[in-house]
């Protein structure tokens, strides 16, 4: 008689968390949020680039 495998740990399906900027002073938040939106955009890019190769 075999038994199953026992399931891995949870693996993350959705984007992270967004930090909490609200310590932050409107100014800082707006870099940051500035450097988060190139990172997803250079994300994106990195995604289509690969696709394009299949």
Do not use: F, N
Request: overall charge negative; hydrophobic content about 25%; proline content about 15%.
């Amino acid at each position: 008689m075999t038994t199953a495998p026992k399931p891995g740990p949870p693996v993350a399906t959705g984007p992270p968390p967004q930090p909490d900027l609200s310590h932050l002073t409107e100014e800082e938040r707006r870099i940051i949020e500035s450097v988060m939106a190139r990172q997803k955009e250079e994300e994106d890019r990195e995604k289509e680039i690969l696709r394009s190769e299949l």
